[in-house]
Structure formats: structure tokens, C-alpha cells
């Protein structure tokens, strides 16, 4: 037998961490410059508020109550992405270097409730699922980011996607 409570603190948590990812995607969206990255920026939002929508429903299918906030911190980090890019100014490089950390930081935690083996099956099935978004959205953004670095340290800027 499985402890539902802790299945429910896992999923809370990544509830919480995606909606973080969803609030990221949506001001990376408003500070891009180029509109095709604002695109895939709200494409993927809208991809993680599905998530989010499984998630909350496999809390409340276990008798839980779902998060429906991000966390404080990544709130409190957007607060000074938002200082910094007034004082410093902010370039498309610059947004997906910071969705590229967002997409690090949520692949971990994502990684490390599969690996929960205290998870109920049922669980760690719909955990797999997501995380294949997940893994895709981190993939895209570290290599966009790895190309942006690349051709920025070689003397000029690409921005096609």
C-alpha cells in the first residue's frame, strides 16, 4: 500500500514548480524581441498549463487539494530579472539564457520525483508522461541557447528559430 500523502506532496511540488515554468514562459514571451521565440514562449506555457491541469486533477483524484500558486522564490527571482533588465536592458540571448536556467532548474526536480521510489505507480506513470515535455522543453532551450552563445562569441547574432 501507498502513502497518498506523499504522493500528493510530490505532485504538489511540481505543480508549484511548473506554474513557476508557465509564469516564466509568459515574460519571456513579453521580453523577447523576436516574435517567433514570443510564440514558442506562449506555446509552451500553454503546453506546461496542461500539465499543470493533470496534475491538479491526480491530486484531487487521490483526495488531496492542489497547489495553485507558483512558489515564492521564483517569484522573488522575477522581481529581480525584472530590476536587472531596467538597469541593464535585456536582449533575446539574454531571455533564453534565463529559460534555459528555468529549464535546468524544472527538469531536475522533475527527475528527481521519478526517481521517488516511494511514488505509487499510477503516479510515477503520469509523472513519466509530463516529464517527456519536460525533458523536450530543456532540450530545445539548451541547445537554442548553446547556438545563440556560439554565435554571439563568433562576432554575430542569430536569431532565427
Same mark, same amino acid.
Given at each position: 500500500?501507498?502513502?497518498?500523502?506523499?504522493?500528493?506532496?510530490?505532485?504538489?511540488?511540481?505543480?508549484?514548480?511548473?506554474? !513557476?515554468?508557465?509564469?516564466?514562459?509568459?515574460?519571456?514571451?513579453?521580453?523577447?524581441?523576436?516574435?517567433?521565440?514570443?510564440?514558442?514562449?506562449?506555446?509552451?506555457?500553454?503546453?506546461?498549463?496542461?500539465?499543470?491541469?493533470?496534475?491538479? !486533477?491526480e491530486?484531487?483524484?487521490?483526495?488531496?487539494?492542489?497547489?495553485?500558486?507558483?512558489?515564492?522564490?521564483?517569484?522573488?527571482?522575477?522581481?529581480?530579472?525584472?530590476?536587472? !533588465?531596467?538597469? *541593464?536592458g535585456?536582449d533575446?540571448?539574454?531571455?533564453?539564457?534565463?529559460?534555459?536556467?528555468?529549464?535546468?532548474?524544472?527538469?531536475?526536480?522533475?527527475? *528527481?520525483?521519478?526517481?521517488? !521510489?516511494?511514488?505509487?505507480?499510477?503516479?510515477?506513470?503520469?509523472?513519466?508522461?509530463?516529464?517527456?515535455?519536460?525533458?523536450?522543453?530543456?532540450?530545445?532551450?539548451?541547445?537554442?541557447?548553446?547556438?545563440?552563445?556560439? *554565435?554571439?562569441?563568433?562576432?554575430?547574432?542569430? *536569431?532565427?528559430?
Open positions: 500500500m501507498f502513502d497518498k500523502s506523499h504522493d500528493i506532496s510530490v505532485l504538489n511540488s511540481l505543480i508549484e514548480t511548473t506554474i !513557476d515554468s508557465v509564469d516564466g514562459y509568459r515574460r519571456s514571451a513579453q521580453e523577447a524581441t523576436n516574435s517567433r521565440f514570443s510564440a514558442a514562449f506562449l506555446e509552451r506555457a500553454s503546453e506546461r498549463e496542461q500539465i499543470v491541469s493533470k496534475l491538479r !486533477d491530486v484531487r483524484r487521490l483526495g488531496g487539494n492542489p497547489e495553485d500558486d507558483g512558489s515564492v522564490l521564483a517569484a522573488a527571482h522575477r522581481a529581480f530579472l525584472s530590476l536587472r !533588465d531596467k538597469v *541593464t535585456s533575446d540571448a539574454a531571455v533564453i539564457a534565463e529559460v534555459d536556467h528555468g529549464e535546468s532548474y524544472l527538469n531536475g526536480k522533475w527527475e *528527481t520525483a521519478l526517481r521517488d !521510489d516511494q511514488l505509487s505507480q499510477e503516479t510515477r506513470s503520469l509523472i513519466q508522461q509530463s516529464y517527456d515535455s519536460v525533458r523536450e522543453g530543456r532540450d530545445t532551450f539548451r541547445r537554442l541557447h548553446e547556438d545563440m552563445s556560439s *554565435t554571439s562569441s563568433s562576432g554575430g547574432a542569430s *536569431t532565427s528559430y
